[in-house]
């Protein structure tokens, strides 16, 4: 699995997982926010060939 955030127009800020293996179930992930510039950011989860 990869987590990726993107900023508008699909550009990729930064990757916060990078192909890892995860088992069925939820999951949580923290991340320092205070670093980004104000504006609107998206997720993109990719396992295997899904999107």
């Not at 939820?26 to 980004?36: C, K």
Request: charged share 20%; proline share 0%.
């Amino acid at each position: 699995m990869t987590l990726t955030q993107l900023l508008e127009h699909s550009r990729e800020v930064r990757t916060l997982i990078n192909n890892e293996s995860k088992s069925e179930g939820l999951h949580q992930i923290t991340f320092d926010a205070s670093i980004l510039s104000n504006g609107i950011y998206f997720y993109q989860i990719t396992s295997g060939s899904f999107k």
